[in-house]
């Protein structure tokens, strides 16, 4: 079965959302929040997300943000009253796939849904993905599984998370505990080692890639298992 989430601190709409998707043959679940969404289920096993903008603490554009980032596979439709051209806009530049405005109906909503349930499970069944797990410390793909060192995973891990998956020089070194007198060519041979653990599981083309006089970017689709 399909795994819906819907991220709506509304109580009523959140109850009568899950109403309405349950019907879809799918197994539902509702949060209040980013955070306990975050923290309440694997992102893996997530195939599509509803969310609302106006969410307490982290809001829902920051969030599919972070989505997109930690697990490209999910499909996102954000439900939103914001009605504006720019805040569609927005919504659709941070990484919603479809952008519905409050009140939406049902035919609607399950049409934007079952349309993104299509996509994710054919992309699911072609798709080789790079898989970290931070508890194993390994890397997985199409071609096994290699272990990398808990500096290697942290380095990973910050790369998924940030802004275009670029780091600078000073952020690397600092991440895997290099002092600035052997920085340049200590750091450079760090990144060729990972570049070869990441080939050996499956990644293609260049992997991790310099950035001239700044730091990496990382080029690689991973996602955080």
């Not at 490209?72 to 405005?101: C, K, Q």
């Amino acid at each position: 079965m399909h795994n819906i989430v819907i991220v709506e601190d509304n109580s009523d709409l959140r109850a009568s959302l899950i109403d309405i998707l349950l019907s879809e043959s799918a197994n539902v679940f509702g949060f209040d929040s980013s955070e306990a969404f975050l923290t309440g289920c694997s992102l893996q096993t997530v195939d599509v997300v509803l969310l609302d903008l106006n969410l307490p603490g982290e809001d829902g554009i920051a969030l599919a943000k972070r989505l997109k980032l930690l697990a490209p596979h999910i499909g996102i439709v954000m439900l939103s009253a914001r009605s504006s051209a720019d805040e569609v806009g927005l919504g659709y530049n941070s990484g919603a796939d479809i952008y519905l405005v409050k009140p939406s109906s049902t035919p609607e909503l399950k049409g934007a849904v079952d349309a993104l349930l299509r996509r994710t499970v054919s992309s699911k069944g072609n798709e080789e993905k790079i898989m970290l797990d931070l508890r194993s410390m390994t890397i997985s793909g199409p071609d096994g599984d290699v272990t990398v060192s808990n500096a290697e995973g942290a380095l990973l891990k910050e790369f998924i998370l940030a802004p275009e998956n670029r780091l600078a020089k000073n952020e690397i070194a600092q991440i895997l505990c290099i002092s600035d007198d052997a920085k340049s060519g200590t750091l450079e041979v760090r990144i060729v080692r990972l570049r070869k653990k990441l080939a050996l599981v499956g990644a293609n083309g260049k992997i991790i890639n310099a950035v001239r006089g700044w730091g990496y970017q990382l080029a690689a689709t991973i996602v955080l298992a």
